[in-house]
Nanobody
Framework: QVQLVESGGGLVQAGGSLRLSCAAS????????MGWYRQAPGKQRELVAT???????NYADSVKGRFTISRENAKKTVYLQMNSLKPEDTAVYYC???????????????WGQGTQVTVSS
């Protein structure tokens, strides 16, 4: 059984920083792309950043220059360093991984349970 477990959310003042982590576990054959999404109250879930297994990254325009996504393949972990946080970054942040498990042999999307990030003004 595959699981994604996030950590690192919390309450921070505007201008502050947080680092999110997401570790994948279970019978995983290969992890392809990993990423972070967020959902604010009353809004749809939106992409924040993604990273391929080779390290290529993609960011939402709203976070470019402030957020950095990275990963440690050996640890099956993806990170999101968030700097210069703004109140509009407040949301539940979800980890996503496109991976192949030993049981299925096919690529599926997996999601973490979400971690709350609250930025006060």
């Amino acid at each position: 059984q595959v699981q994604l477990v996030e950590s690192g959310g919390g309450l921070v003042q505007a201008g502050g920083s947080l680092r999110l982590s997401c570790a994948a576990s279970g019978r995983i054959f290969r992890i392809n792309a990993m990423g972070w999404y967020r959902q604010a109250p009353g809004k749809q879930r939106e992409l924040v950043a993604t990273i391929t297994s080779g390290g290529s990254t993609n960011y939402a325009d709203s976070v470019k220059g402030r957020f950095t996504i990275s990963r440690e393949n050996a640890k099956k972990t993806v990170y999101l360093q968030m700097n210069s946080l703004k109140p509009e970054d407040t949301a539940v942040y979800y980890c996503n991984a496109a991976l192949v498990s030993w049981s299925s042999g096919y690529e599926y999307d997996y999601w973490g349970q979400g971690t709350q990030v609250t930025v006060s003004s």
